[in-house]
């Protein structure tokens, strides 16, 4: 990568540049630590001036890569970086509901790096304990002689259409009305169209065709690979499982229920997809 392609915007390149400023995302288990106010770039980012302040706290630190043109470090904290003055803890799905495209890829890229390093610490063939490599985002087994890489679990993400309806459905566990569209993950041997058939069969008893692939997005709980799609319903009968699903419903383009996710997220992308779509053909 040539240094005018990492000026501008965020770039994850695994080598430092070396520069004399850095930026810090601070990270306090699962919630993001943030300069009220906002930072003078991006609200998740902190100059290092700013943070001098928090490395008596920090327990940990990793490159995440550049930030217009400077690099750019994750900060694992300690609980007791939540009194610092002038900061605010923020909740990670809450931060990801509001942020922007490049803001989400650092959080999600800072939280999935060090909940994988969190949980490879011994190597799985010979369980010696690795050491985190000085070259690239890997945790190296010396007697191995092999690199582990971040864990990405690929996942399917659909919204299902009948017309100028869609298929929207909740889990047990979620705020009462809040409804979001169908998910789950791509099984060994799968293909990601093979994932859609059987999850949306499974969840809620409906037969798909005509599977168009949308876009994906990174999503770290804990670290997975959400790719979206639009599909047509082949069949009408909900019969949700009653364990993922709770309830599902066909729903009108414009008469949604009243949560639905926000557009920064992969599922609510699908959803707003889907709306235009159905608005631009009345």
Known sequence: MSNAQITNGFHANPKPLNTEKRWILAVIGRDILV???GGPSSAVLIDHETADQLKFFCERRLLLGQWQGVDCQVWALSEDARAASDFSAMELRSLLAKSGDEEFTMVC??????????????????????????????MRCEPCDINNYPRISPCVI????????????????????????????????ESAEQALHREVYEEVGVEITNIRYVGSQSWPYPGQLMLGFIADAVTEEIVVDGVEISEAHWCRYDDLPHYVPPPTIMSGRLIKHFVDQASAQQ
């Open 35 to 37: 300069p009220d106010g």
């Open 109 to 138: 890229r800072a939280v999935q790096l060090l909940d994988w390093q969190d949980k490879h610490q011994y190597c799985g063939s010979c369980g010696t304990q690795m050491s985190s490599s000085v070259t690239e985002h890997a």
């Open 158 to 189: 659909v919204v299902v259409t009948r017309g100028d309806h869609c298929l929207l459905a909740r889990q047990p566990n979620w705020p009462d009305g809040m409804f979001s569209t169908l998910a789950g993950f791509i099984e060994a041997g």
